[in-house]
């Protein structure tokens, strides 16, 4: 089991940045790839950012592409999602996941989650 703890989230303001940390514990030996994912009121879940746990692959939802920054410190179990010029439509609960095999932008592709972290963007 992996066990996952989101932070960083909060109110913020249109055009500000964020910085969202995710620290993973358990048996970690066991992640392939690590995802961010929110949730806006009354929509699904939208996949944002993922990144392999080893290695330099990473992808970006169309929507934060160019604005957003994920990585990952292996020694420290955490990844962290940097995002930038935000706005309205960036609020949402942004949950971090966790895979034990390959790398997805599905959510059904991951078997940990956190409990998410609020995220609000006022204008």
């Known amino acids: 089991q992996v066990q996952l703890v989101e932070s960083g989230g909060g109110l913020l303001q249109a055009g500000d940045s964020l910085r969202l940390s995710c620290l993973a514990s358990?048996?970690?030996?066991?992640?392939?790839?690590m995802g961010w994912f929110r949730q806006a009121p009354g929509k699904d879940h939208e996949f944002v950012a993922t990144?392999?746990?080893?290695?330099?692959?990473?992808y970006y939802a169309d929507s934060v592409k160019g604005r957003a920054t994920i990585s990952r410190d292996t020694a420290k179990n955490t990844v962290y999602l940097q995002m930038n010029s935000l706005g309205p439509e960036d609020t949402a609960v942004y949950y971090c996941a966790a895979q034990a095999a390959g790398m997805s932008t599905s959510r059904d592709g991951y078997n940990y989650w956190g409990q998410g972290t609020q995220v609000t963007v006022s204008s």
């Open positions: 990144i392999a746990w080893s290695g330099p692959s990473t």
């Open positions: 358990g048996h970690t030996f066991t992640i392939t790839a």
